[in-house]
């Protein structure tokens, strides 16, 4: 594989950085580093958002035809990699990444005209209702229903582990709308205004000390029948097709790439004792390196498919498979090096938002917490066994 660029692809990396130059503050950076968990606060990734939308980059991943920069692999991940040195926040990946690739795949022309402008331009922040009290791997036992009634449907149940439900002003869920000896087929894909009058939110505190999920409970909600994506029934292909986007979206290796160089500058600091000079410690950041380059790779292979807007089938399982372990590899690795300073976790979120004077330097604040938060890496969006028999079943036919 040739990973060299050529004059047009050096240029472009050069627009890029002076795009995040101009355009990423202080605040955005701080607070992104300070950041813990998967998602940026909406004040913070919505700004950085709007800034794309503006340059016409507000979502990488869509067809030209709906908003797309029309870019090369190559430069998707140039782009993607350059946001990942420069340390920029993570945008609503549940709007652009995820509910936007199904409504331009599977979405009404009205559905499509309302709701991708208002994604690209960050007016809308999205949740995700999945996940519920008994149906969490096997989603498709879900009991949240909704009943038709004229031109609506009438949705009674709960949705739990909801990421930033506290925020949105829109929801996408799976919802059951008939019964039958096969459970996938009586589920429907609905997208939901989260103002509407029967729902109420309650938040759960992660381990880490984040308000990061939630539990939601629909009490009679209407929600118009016109605000359901594709057919009735067909939601669990839906579903599914976007948790391939989840998955498989995007470049996770840089990401990954910059969280181990931080945790092998702490290593190499006074802060640490300089804990690199453990053989045990500098074994190991070489290892979680050599698994980044591998997966960086991978990434690649499968880019082209991402940038024309086809799902990326069973490697988003190997994607986010190995996301997910490297993730928690590094995490460890970040408590491990810092040791006993370990023990100070500071219980307020957001820390960037801290009203007082820290336990510890910056530079370890969100080691502990990052180890925490990463323990349900290889649980949430399909857990690790899942995608392993998806990989067994649809790329080795076992």
Same mark, same amino acid.
């Given at each position: ?7 047009? *692809? %050096? ?13 990423? @503050?202080? *605040? ?25 939308? %503006?340059? $016409? ?14 870019? @090369? ?7 993607? =990699? ?24 599977? $979405? ?50 709960? /949705?739990?582990? =909801? =990421? ?12 059951? =709308? ?26 759960? +505190?992660?381990? $880490? ?12 909600? %209407? ?37 181990? /160089? ?36 991978? *990434? ?71 180890? +925490? ?26």
């Amino acid at each position: 594989m040739d990973l060299s660029f050529n004059a047009e *692809e %050096r240029a472009f990396q050069d627009e890029v950085r002076g795009f995040i130059a101009k355009n990423l @503050t202080d *605040e955005m950076k701080r607070a992104t580093a300070l950041t813990p968990s998967v998602f940026s606060d909406p004040d913070i990734g919505m700004a950085w958002q709007r800034a794309l939308h %503006r340059q $016409g980059w507000g979502a990488p991943g869509w067809p030209v035809e709906h908003g797309g920069p029309d870019w @090369t692999p190559a430069q998707r991940w140039i782009f993607e =990699t350059e946001c990942a040195r420069a340390g920029v926040p993570n945008v609503n990946v549940m709007g652009v990444k995820m509910v936007g690739p199904v409504i331009i795949g599977f $979405g009404s022309p009205e559905q499509k005209n309302f709701y991708l402008p208002r994604i690209l331009s960050g007016e809308d922040y999205w949740c995700q209702g999945y996940s519920e009290p008994g149906s969490g791997s096997d989603l498709a036992s879900l009991k949240t229903r909704a009943v038709r009634d004229g031109d609506d449907y009438i949705i009674n149940g709960t /949705k739990i582990w =909801t =990421t930033h439900a506290h925020h949105a002003n829109r929801m996408f869920a799976l919802v059951r =709308t008939s019964d039958g000896p096969r459970q996938q087929d009586g589920i429907s894909f609905i997208l939901i205004d989260m103002k509407t009058s029967g729902i109420t939110t309650r938040p759960i +505190l992660t381990i $880490g000390g984040d308000h990061e999920v939630n539990q939601v409970f629909f009490d009679d909600v %209407r929600v118009p029948v016109a605000n359901r994506v594709g057919e009735e029934g067909k939601g669990w292909t839906y579903g599914k097709y976007l948790l391939e986007f989840e998955r498989g979206a995007g470049i996770a290796s840089a990401k990954l790439r910059e969280g181990l /160089k931080a945790i092998a500058d702490l290593a190499e600091s006074d802060l640490t004792g300089r804990a690199i000079d453990s053989p045990d410690i500098a074994t190991r950041i070489s290892e979680v390196e050599v698994d980044i380059d591998a997966l960086e790779m991978t *990434e690649l292979r499968v880019l082209s498919a991402l940038q024309t807007g086809q799902n990326p089938g069973a490697v988003s399982s190997i994607l986010k498979l190995r996301n997910s372990e490297i993730r928690q590899a590094v995490t460890r690795l970040g408590a491990d090096v810092i040791g006993h300073d370990a023990l100070a976790v500071e219980p307020m979120r957001p820390l960037y938002k801290l009203n007082h004077e820290p336990a510890m330097p910056e530079e370890m604040l969100t080691v502990m917490p990052e180890y +925490l938060n990463g323990r349900a890496y290889t649980i949430f969006g399909g857990t690790s066994e899942i995608q392993r028999d998806i990989i067994a079943k649809m790329m080795l036919g076992i």
